[in-house]
């Protein structure tokens, strides 16, 4: 199957460079500390923060920092697939993980000791590339809940097809079985937090897709703190500041 064609156009439309149209919304779930909805193209992830709080259980506290607990699950609905798919399941405990540790390089764990935060993330429409939308919506859920971080981690994916690099893979070009790259990143500090490969690359193809994950990285962080810069603006109009 050809993913781009002879024009250099892909399936959607996009040109290989290019990401699928970012939106996103703070405090969607009013009940949560923190939370927001990511959309990346069609693909729709809820993120919702509670904490810091109390311990739920004593055993599992921490004395010199925050214990930092983390669900993902699909909605039933998220893919059009009749297939139920079991709580805690394999790939929904192993994204859990990914997610955990991802923020855990982020969230200044210890100003909280003694405490723990739990995040919550759901994908509502799946359409290639669910692990980055979610690391970006909780993200936002755990700005929107004033949780102290070093800096956003955000997180793209990019791929090799047809001999082209391509930026922000969707579900058609995710499962066409070609080398896919997602990378979270800490932007203004420029580390990585999060690499994750599903197939061999040479060498310099893989610099060059790891490269083009990055910049969508630094894309998704200019659009993220565009929206929180936004959000503080609305607050401040409702507060006449």
Not at 86 to 93: A, E, I, L
Request: aromatic share 4%.
């Amino acid at each position: 199957m050809e993913y781009v064609s002879p024009e250099g156009l892909r399936l959607d439309g996009r040109r290989p460079l290019e990401m699928r149209q970012l939106r996103a919304e703070l405090g969607a779930v009013s009940r949560a500390d923190g939370s927001a909805v990511f959309e990346m193209g069609n693909t729709k992830v809820i993120a919702a923060v509670y904490g810091p709080r109390e311990v739920q259980q004593r055993s599992q506290q921490l004395n010199d920092k925050a214990l930092i607990r983390c669900e993902y699950t699909m909605a039933n609905f998220s893919t059009g697939d009749r297939m139920r798919k079991p709580k805690g399941d394999r790939r929904s405990t192993e994204i859990s993980l990914v997610i955990r540790q991802t923020m855990e390089a982020c969230i200044l764990t210890h100003l909280m000791p003694r405490s723990q935060i739990d995040i919550f993330v759901q994908v509502l429409q799946a359409d290639g590339g669910t692990r980055s939308a979610c690391i970006n919506a909780a993200t936002l859920a755990l700005a929107d809940a004033g949780i102290p971080m070093r800096d956003l981690v955000t997180s793209c994916s990019a791929g090799y097809l047809n001999s082209t690099a391509l930026l922000d893979l969707n579900y058609v070009e995710d499962s066409a079985g070609g080398p896919d790259v997602t990378v979270g990143i800490l932007p203004k500090l420029d580390k990585v937090t999060l690499l994750q490969m599903d197939a061999k690359l040479p060498m310099d193809i893989f610099e060059n897709v790891m490269q083009l994950a990055t910049e969508g990285c630094k894309a998704v962080a200019n659009y993220i703190r565009e929206v929180l810069i936004e959000n503080t603006k609305q607050l401040e109009n409702r507060r006449g500041v």
